[in-house]
């Protein structure tokens, strides 16, 4: 009765990987897989079956090139998925991630100069376009995580241009350049090929940064913000939920994923209550949604005790 905060399945976001490729499993990732287009509403009915609202989609293609134009084909893995998603579970909610980082041949998430840097104002059409094609296929929400300037204002004028008022817009804005993105870069084929990601995600040691990358988002259009980690980095989403009234969206992120994992394969935890213990702490610090790949673990063992 006195309990301050609560996990619910329906707060849970499911992300999901689609692959032109054939079903298997994420090595880093224990429990994780990379779905084909026809198994991919298989596993959506195992989360609908456990209360689960929302997944969000990402692409593993087998054509890469500089521009990452698989990103935005109105007939790319993530179109082709979102088509087979909503055919038979119209009523799921499915995210989009907006990114180049999966489609490009040199794993940036925008387009790269001759001289290896990131051209962000170039990159803006091109997240525009897929977030265009994403909303064509049935999308419900575009999450842009590439954390380049403007591209929230850019997704969202291109969107409105093509009648896409209703579809809303989830940003990553505030992504670290974390290194607990490991293991996600190994399911998505995603990790740079040079250089790193630290010219355009934020520096970990900055926390105001992060609250004014926020409001940014939030006067450019944004409906929700995602704060990516979560556990590292929990300080900085009670400050974000203190400065919005936007929904915070925790994203509880793959090498916080495998730690538990790892540690719970060697008897070293117990998993059950360190999941909840860490989701709990993300509602604890602000968030209105958890976007985890303990998605159906944690719902399950909702299920299980009642709530």
Request: glycine share 8%.
């Amino acid at each position: 009765m006195v309990r301050e905060n609560h996990v619910r399945a329906d707060e849970l976001i499911y992300p999901l990987f689609a692959t032109e490729g054939k079903t298997e499993p994420v090595a880093q990732m224990p429990g994780i897989m990379r779905f084909s287009s026809a198994d991919l509403p298989g596993e959506v009915a195992k989360a609908a079956a456990l209360g689960i609202k929302a997944v969000l989609l990402f692409g593993v293609p087998a054509h890469k090139d500089e521009l990452g134009t698989g990103a935005y084909s109105d007939d790319g893995i993530v179109p082709r998925a979102i088509r087979a998603i909503k055919a038979a579970y119209p009523r799921m909610v499915v995210i989009a991630d907006v990114c180049l980082c999966e489609y490009t041949s040199h794993g940036h998430c925008g387009a790269v100069g001759e001289d290896g840097r990131i051209l962000n104002d170039a990159t803006l059409p091109l997240l525009a376009k897929a977030a265009v094609a994403y909303a064509k296929a049935g999308a419900d929400i575009v999450a842009p995580s590439d954390m380049m300037d403007g591209r929230v204002a850019a997704i969202r004028a291109a969107l409105d241009a093509e009648g896409f008022e209703d579809i809303a817009i989830m940003s990553y804005s505030a992504k670290f350049a974390s290194a607990y993105y490991g293991p996600f870069r190994e399911a998505a084929g995603s990790a740079p090929k040079h250089g790193d990601r630290r010219t355009y995600q934020m520096d970990p040691a900055n926390g105001r940064e992060a609250v004014r990358e926020v409001l940014a988002d939030v006067a450019e259009g944004a409906d929700f913000v995602i704060a990516k980690p979560a556990i590292a980095y929990l300080d900085v989403m009670k400050e974000i939920a203190s400065a919005t009234r936007l929904p915070v969206v925790a994203y509880n992120v793959s090498g916080e994923y495998s730690m538990v994992k790892a540690a719970a394969a060697n008897g070293w935890i117990d998993e059950k209550r360190v999941v909840m213990e860490n989701l709990v702490g993300m509602k604890r610090a602000g968030a209105k949604m958890i976007i985890t790949y303990h998605a159906l673990d944690a719902a399950r063992w909702l299920r299980e005790d009642g709530e």
